[in-house]
């Protein structure tokens, strides 16, 4: 079939109101029957995602269930549907899963089982640590249970990448055994860092704490091979010394082979009670929590509650420290470092007295940790909302912010989810809540409970959460109960209780409202050839074909914009035939080098991706 087309060209351009928020380009509820929970979800090389979560369905989208709770892995073309799907474990429980992309276009899973069939093999007893590594079709490559007879539990997985190539993995967690992979063990709970080589065998493990409770919060690789641990503590002795009093955080910086390079116990008599730390450009960290001290490490109290930022060298000792939103109860959420080295932190309640509590609250710290800004969303004359509470906060292309959370407008059982989008100087471009009438937002899918320091925490596995996909958009994964408002497609009855699906949304770039009058230019060859949305060449020079299959009878559209959102063209608008593929060429076209967005609308289905003009 050959098609030819008119290529339009907008001869007056209409940018839309960065204000306006993304529309949903589409949306997937994944699962079956049971309880389906999304632990994790990236953005893949094809343009595509990789979901990760657990399930305890075997109908629906699911199938080939072990017994009990196992890992459930979706990889999603571009469009949303499915591409492939794998049920991981055995006949007792798995929860999790952490999922990443790795190097070589395969997968990295991480969770915590408790069985000794199906796919499990080593279990050591108590609940294990369990990593499976999974080839690019999502075929086990191996699988490895670390831990010992007691309580082991994963908290980080990531691959090491030094110089550009992959030097295996790194997993952090927490253990209460003695024995099988773990040796060094304190007493009661250690934070316990393992290194796996790229064929997943040990190649060493160290188990750091004392004689009481250290529970590992955060575990990254640093600019020089090593690797830095965030923990909790309450107890001195064993690797411990120097605790203020209540719980600290703990600090550790390990060597590439595993070894103590220093610990810093940070923190005064009160509580500080989560260690999250980031590695930093310079080989230090940056440290957040909460904190009620003021005394000890902790300086200028003045509240009986406040999220405490602290900055550490490279030989750990304290760049500086500053307390944020020190005026009304606040709790910390996320602190990260920008790519212009200065910081970007979050966290929840209020800041001043003429805000009520809920609220969202954000500051940009400069480098030698000043106060760029601070801002407060979600509350007051931002709208009726309340009991917001951020998952993450990361950095997009054009340098502002895009902040995921949950928001209730209603009623504790009303929970959205809450996509914030800001400049690079903290102004709010837009925000929405996406869900329906149910509850729609991050559940964590690996709990456990511990005492620490007379206090009770649960310790959860952080959302592992790409919000930024390659076109210029967004996404995300939260567990859903609604079968209205944005979601369609749920697999249970909301009267079968204690239910939900992994719903899965991807949202189009900022501005893909813009509009503009056509006027005719030149002419498009349009063929049948391809399977996928792809586009070929790319980056390219003076052409290049944008591949796509028709997923609907009827209209479908092909339109070019710039990557601030303004309209280039219509470059197809025909009818087409549900399963036929199609090629639409683009060449001679005057367009300046730098990023293009494509969007294919075929009826209710959307697809998009990106192009990249090199000269």
């Not at 008599?269 to 001290?293: H, M, Q, R, W, Y």
């Not at 498009?524 to 290049?544: D, G, H, L, M």
Request: hydrophobic share 35%; charged share 20%.
């Amino acid at each position: 079939m050959l098609l030819y087309l008119l290529l339009y060209i907008a001869s007056s351009l209409l940018i839309t109101s960065w204000a306006q928020a993304p529309a949903i380009q589409w949306q997937k509820a994944l699962g079956g029957t049971a309880e389906d929970v999304p632990q994790s979800i990236y953005g893949t090389a094809d343009g595509g995602f990789i979901v990760g979560g657990a399930t305890g369905s075997n109908d629906g989208d699911v199938s080939g269930n072990h017994g009990g709770g196992d890992l459930w892995i979706a990889k999603l073309y571009s469009t949303g549907a499915i591409q492939w799907k794998k049920t991981l474990g055995g006949a007792g429980q798995e929860k999790g899963a952490l999922i990443q992309p790795t190097s070589d276009g395969g997968y990295i899973v991480g969770g915590t089982t408790a069985s000794s069939k199906g796919d499990v093999v080593g279990y050591k007893g108590g609940g294990d640590i369990w990593v499976v590594k999974l080839s690019g079709s999502g075929a086990i490559q191996w699988q490895k249970c670390l831990g010992g007879r007691s309580s082991d539990e994963i908290v980080a997985l990531q691959e090491v990448i030094i110089n550009n190539a992959s030097q295996g993995f790194i997993v952090g967690g927490n253990t209460s055994s003695t024995n099988g992979d773990v040796s060094g063990h304190h007493g009661g709970i250690d934070a316990w860092v393992v290194r796996l080589s790229q064929t997943g065998a040990i190649q060493w493990q160290r188990a750091l704490g004392s004689s009481g409770e250290e529970t590992l919060n955060e575990l990254g690789l640093t600019p020089d091979g090593g690797f830095i641990v965030g923990s909790r503590t309450s107890t001195n002795g064993g690797d411990v010394s120097g605790v203020h009093g209540s719980v600290d955080l703990w600090i550790v910086k390990l060597n590439n082979s595993g070894g103590v390079v220093w610990k810093r116990t940070l923190g005064g008599s009160g509580l500080e009670n989560f260690a999250a730390v980031k590695p930093t450009n310079d080989g230090g960290c940056i440290v957040g929590t909460n904190t009620d001290s003021n005394d000890g490490d902790v300086r200028d109290f003045s509240t009986a509650s406040c999220i405490w930022i602290v900055k550490l060298t490279s030989a750990g000792a304290i760049s500086w420290q500053k307390k944020y939103f020190e005026n009304g109860s606040s709790s910390y959420k996320s602190v990260r470092q920008s790519r212009d080295g200065s910081y970007i932190v979050s966290g929840m309640g209020q800041d001043n007295s003429t805000i009520t509590s809920g609220g969202i609250l954000v500051s940009k710290l400069n480098a030698d940790g000043t106060e760029a800004w601070r801002k407060e969303f979600g509350i007051g004359s931002e709208g009726a909302y309340y009991n917001n509470e951020p998952y993450t906060m990361q950095q997009t292309a054009d340098a502002g912010y895009v902040l995921a959370g949950a928001n209730s407008k209603k009623t504790s059982s009303d929970i959205g989810h809450w996509m914030l989008k800001l400049d690079a100087d903290g102004n709010k471009k837009w925000d929405r809540v996406y869900g329906g009438s149910g509850e729609d937002w991050y559940w964590a899918g690996c709990c456990g409970a511990t005492t620490l320091g007379g206090y009770i925490y649960f310790s959860s596995l952080l959302p592992y959460m790409k919000l930024q996909s390659s076109d210029g958009g967004y996404y995300f994964a939260v567990a859903t109960k609604s079968r209205d408002g944005d979601v369609t497609g749920l697999h249970y009855s909301p009267r079968m209780g204690l239910r939900a699906d992994m719903w899965v949304v991807k949202l189009h770039p900022d501005g893909m409202t813009a509009s503009g009058s056509m006027a005719a230019v030149t002419e498009e060859e349009v063929t049948n050839i391809s399977k996928e949305v792809s586009a070929y060449p790319n980056p390219f020079s003076a052409q290049t074909t944008i591949r796509f299959t028709a997923t609907e009878n009827g209209k479908a559209t092909v339109e070019l914009y710039n990557i601030i959102g303004a309209k280039i063209g219509t470059l197809f608008n025909s009818d087409v035939k549900a399963g036929e593929e199609y090629k639409v060429r683009i060449s001679d076209m005057k367009l300046a080098k730098g990023t293009y967005l494509y969007f294919i609308q075929n009826n209710q289905s959307r697809m998009s991706g990106r192009l990249i003009k090199n000269q």
